[in-house]
């Protein structure tokens, strides 16, 4: 079975850029998640989506950061414009209906690291 | 709030002695505690969970946790350490807020197994 993938694995652009990160998770799982982690700390939730709704959304910085995942599959995490702050990695993690952070079992991408000079 | 801590950035073990990363909760209610690994270029893999019942709880790879509500701790143990097991081990929480749940994870510590 296919693990959840993310593209590009890295990526650097200059301030002020934009940037997309894109993610496909395990197949059937409907819940969706974008995480950031900056180097050396945990990962914070980002957005989470219910199949093609994003059921929460409060930690997104919506100002400069948008995610949209069209048909409930596929999801895209962009960021514009970019700031050297956002330097970070963004994972990306899926899980079965009825489980998720219900009960923790989370199935992560091996992220997109993100250098912003 | 809910929030772990991992009071240690790295531990260091040799090769087939017992290790024990450590993590201790701040819940309100009672908490949903979780185990994450994460290998060098690899996303995180989840280990094991406490939800209720028998406070060891046993996971992948040989790992188990102890869950110790007086001193609202929930360490991460190995019988005996394999290099392999050299990698960023998280500690999370279950939190809900609002009308979702949300995992909230520790800063990490590193495991350094050496031969």
């Known amino acids: 079975e296919a693990g959840v993938v993310q593209s590009p694995r890295y990526k650097i652009i200059e301030k002020k850029q934009p940037v997309a990160f894109w993610c496909n998770p395990i197949?059937?799982?409907?819940?969706l998640y974008w995480y950031l982690q900056n180097l050396g700390q945990g990962p914070e939730l980002l957005i989470r989506?219910?199949?093609?709704?994003?059921?929460?959304d409060s930690q997104l910085p919506k100002d400069r950061f948008s995610a949209e995942r069209l048909k409930g599959v596929d999801s895209t995490l962009k960021i514009q414009p970019a700031e050297l702050g956002d330097s970070a990695v963004y994972l990306c993690?899926?899980?079965?209906?009825?489980?998720?952070?219900?009960?923790?079992?989370?199935?992560f991408g091996e992220g997109s690291r993100l250098t912003v000079l | 709030a809910q929030s772990v801590a991992q009071p240690e950035d790295q531990v260091n073990v040799a090769e087939g002695n017992p290790l024990t990363v450590k993590c201790t909760y701040s819940?309100?209610?009672?908490?949903?505690l979780f185990w994450y690994v994460q290998y060098p270029n690899r996303g995180l893999q989840f280990l094991l969970k406490y939800i209720t019942g028998d406070n060891l709880v046993k996971g992948s790879y040989g790992f188990e946790a102890e869950f110790n509500k007086s001193q609202t701790s929930f360490h991460l143990k190995k019988p005996s350490a394999l290099v392999s097991d050299s990698a960023l081990y998280f500690c999370?929480?279950?939190?809900?807020?609002?009308?979702?749940?949300?995992?909230?994870f520790g800063s990490g510590t590193r495991l350094l197994v050496r031969p």
């Open positions: 989506y219910e199949n093609e709704e994003a059921v929460d």
């Open positions: 999370a929480v279950r939190s809900y807020l609002g009308s979702s749940y949300k995992l909230i």
């Open positions: 819940v309100s209610g009672n908490p949903y």
């Open positions: 197949s059937g799982h409907n819940t």
């Open positions: 993690a899926s899980s079965v209906p009825g489980q998720g952070a219900g009960t923790g079992e989370l199935f």
